[in-house]
């Protein structure tokens, strides 16, 4: 199998996308086409098993409408990040803000029975895992020979994103929470529920939950390592031990 063709399967599989999608005239696509991919993926990492919108208490019916928004809202926001935002802080704050305090500031989550509301944990699941595929997309087109990768994403990433990356945030879900709770358990200290001593869940977090945790986190990093290596990194170390743990207590107990 070419390198070309692995490449794109794993991409489709993961986003739907390919090195070089063309439009229906045979023309490479825009930049937006992929933001829009990245962003409907990284919905589903953030409402996976915690969200599900309702329009009140008295109506079980889930509300597409308000998701199109949110999405519509980020790949807005990732095309004009260079616009109106001095940093990456500024404008990490002002999305995840946008989606908690705007687009979803009327609306309950219905997770099992437990109502809450849209918290900012979520939104920065969203936000996080926006750019992370958007980085992963950079990353792979850019290791092709430039014939075969969409050019015009590639340009959209060296002008607008790739000066962030020291800055992009790690995001946080219970892969990242239970690493550092092996050796690092002192970062969790400000996320701990202490009548319940244990540590809050990451869809139940507020803005300062986030933010006291990611400045913690960015220090555990060597120096010169971008954060969404480190992350990646821990991520498929805890879901290979969650895995295995998950095989053995099977065996265990067929035996």
């Known amino acids: 199998m070419k390198i070309e063709t692995a490449i794109n399967f794993m991409l489709y599989t993961l986003m739907e996308v390919t090195l070089n999608d063309l439009?229906?005239?045979?023309?490479?696509?825009?930049?937006?086409?992929?933001?829009k991919k990245a962003v409907r993926r990284a919905y589903r990492d953030a409402s996976s098993h915690v969200l599900s919108i309702k329009e009140g208490k008295d109506d079980s019916k889930k509300n597409p409408c308000k998701k199109e928004e949110a999405i519509s809202a980020v790949v807005y926001e990732v095309k004009s990040i260079n616009n109106d935002y001095n940093n990456y802080e500024c404008w990490h704050s002002h999305v995840c803000k946008d989606l908690t305090e705007r687009i979803y500031n009327t609306y309950e989550v219905d997770y099992k029975g437990d109502d809450r509301t849209f918290s900012y944990g979520i939104a920065q699941k969203?936000?996080?895992?926006?750019?992370?595929?958007?980085?992963?997309?950079?990353?792979?087109?850019?290791?092709?020979?430039?014939?075969?990768?969409?050019?015009?994403?590639?340009?959209?990433?060296?002008k607008?994103?790739?000066?962030?990356?020291?800055?992009?945030?790690?995001?946080?879900?219970?892969?990242i929470l239970e690493s550092v709770s092996k050796d690092k358990a002192e970062i969790l200290k400000n996320v701990i529920v202490k009548e319940k001593k244990k540590v809050k869940a990451w869809s139940k977090w507020e803005e300062n939950d986030y933010n006291s945790f990611?400045?913690?986190?960015?220090?555990?990093?060597?120096?010169?390592?971008?954060?969404?290596?480190?992350?990646?990194?821990?991520?498929?170390?805890?879901?290979?031990?969650?895995?295995?743990k998950i095989i053995y207590k099977k065996l265990t107990h067929s035996t």
């Open 23 to 35: 439009d229906e005239n045979g023309d490479s696509v825009d930049e937006e086409y992929y933001i």
């Open 126 to 158: 969203f936000v996080n895992m926006t750019i992370k595929y958007l980085v992963i997309l950079y990353t792979v087109m850019k290791a092709m020979d430039t014939d075969k990768a969409n050019r015009n994403y590639i340009k959209f990433y060296e």
């Open 160 to 175: 607008n994103l790739k000066k962030y990356e020291q800055d992009f945030h790690i995001p946080i879900d219970g892969y």
């Open 214 to 244: 990611q400045a913690e986190l960015k220090k555990i990093k060597a120096k010169d390592e971008y954060p969404l290596d480190w992350e990646g990194k821990t991520w498929i170390e805890i879901a290979k031990s969650r895995k295995e």
